[in-house]
């Protein structure tokens, strides 16, 4: 059986701290490639389910596999997708699993948001960007420094507990998201946390790259 390359997201505000995640993420799993993304769809509201693909992931991603295949850039066996502010991960999601190329090469394997001060004012005062942001998220990790006291990471918490109690009467099996210091993800830690999680247990290469 071919087994799927797994596509995992890294979204945030922060451009610098979104690279710093990746290069770390990098560190810990050979042969991967960073996949930018910087096109955000416009949402309107009753619009067909064609219109919500993401059409630059579904782009870029052909691209990638046709050039892998051609023995144009080497074979990869993990996609970083670098999202953009104001992408919506959903938006990414929805286009891997529809996309009938893609989704016969690639896997979602999971979210990971960067949250910085900026975003962490953005989710404790707007529900829509808390949302977007936390519905499609697998592990949030905190920048250095991020809380400036005890009540701003106890409001996080709290937040998180509301967001969560919503999206669990949709999706009664949705698990929340891990929540650890930038510092806390080490080589030890993200063994673990693929353990947990088996969508996103490094395969082998697909068949075609063989």
Not at 84 to 108: H, M, W
Request: charged share 20%; with cysteine; aromatic share 10%.
């Amino acid at each position: 059986m071919t087994t799927l390359i797994p596509v995992g997201l890294v979204v945030g505000l922060s451009p610098s701290l979104r690279g710093a995640l990746i290069e770390r993420l990098q560190s810990f799993l050979a042969k991967t490639v960073v996949l930018p993304i910087s096109h955000r769809p416009v949402s309107v509201q009753g619009m067909c389910l064609c219109c919500q693909m993401h059409n630059e992931t579904s782009d870029k991603l052909r691209q990638l596999f046709m050039q892998a295949l051609q023995r144009k850039r080497a074979a990869f066996e993990q996609v970083w997708v670098d999202c953009k502010e104001g992408i919506d991960p959903s938006s990414v999601s929805y286009t891997l699993q529809q996309d009938f190329f893609l989704k016969e090469r690639f896997r979602e394997a999971g979210t990971i948001l960067v949250l910085d001060r900026l975003l962490l004012e953005k989710v404790l005062t707007a529900y829509e960007d808390a949302m977007m942001y936390f519905s499609h998220t697998s592990l949030i990790v905190l920048a250095p420094a991020l809380f400036k006291d005890e009540r701003e990471s106890q409001a996080l918490v709290e937040k998180l507990e509301v967001i969560y109690e919503h999206i669990r009467i949709f999706q009664p099996t949705f698990q929340q998201a891990s929540l650890i210091q930038f510092d806390e993800l080490t080589p030890e830690y993200w063994e673990n946390y693929q353990r947990s999680l088996p969508v996103l247990v490094s395969p082998t290469r697909h068949r075609l790259f063989v």
